[in-house]
């Protein structure tokens, strides 16, 4: 597990602070049977591009542990819910949370209408492919639908 410094060392304003605060709170969360808070908890790491790839990684498995579970859907209701997510999401996901998920979670992001940029598209599933290749061909038979080859 991994602590969070004192809270007196942070300032309670700070960004950081509650970033911080909230991945280490993400499996207090989980561990509570709370999965849809734990994945609101780990979402601002998630898509704070100064969070450590290592604290992700970390927190993945334990957030997004059951597939189509209430984490997925918490994620996808954030990430379908505003477009300023998709370039972050597509950037890191696909390198830091566990495949199966990065792929469900894009997948349902894509039919509930988000529409990601295609080069960054290819480029998740190419970064996919080498962590999982069945959870990235699923990804590629999707991103071929709203990108197809010309």
Known sequence: ???????????????????????????IAHNAGD????????????LRAGTPDALLIELGPQVFDAPGGPAEQTLVDIVAGGERWHSQFLRRGAAVMPPAAFSAVTRETMDRGARYDCALLAQ????????????????AAAAAEDCPQR
């Open 124 to 139: 998740a599933v190419k970064t996919l492919s080498r962590r999982d290749a069945g959870a990235s061909q699923t990804l």
């Open 35 to 46: 999965t849809a808070e734990a994945a609101r908890r780990c979402a601002a790491p998630f």
């Open 1 to 27: 597990m991994v602590m969070a410094p004192p809270a007196s060392r942070l300032p309670a304003s700070s960004p950081r602070c509650t970033d911080h605060l909230r991945s280490v709170d993400a499996p």
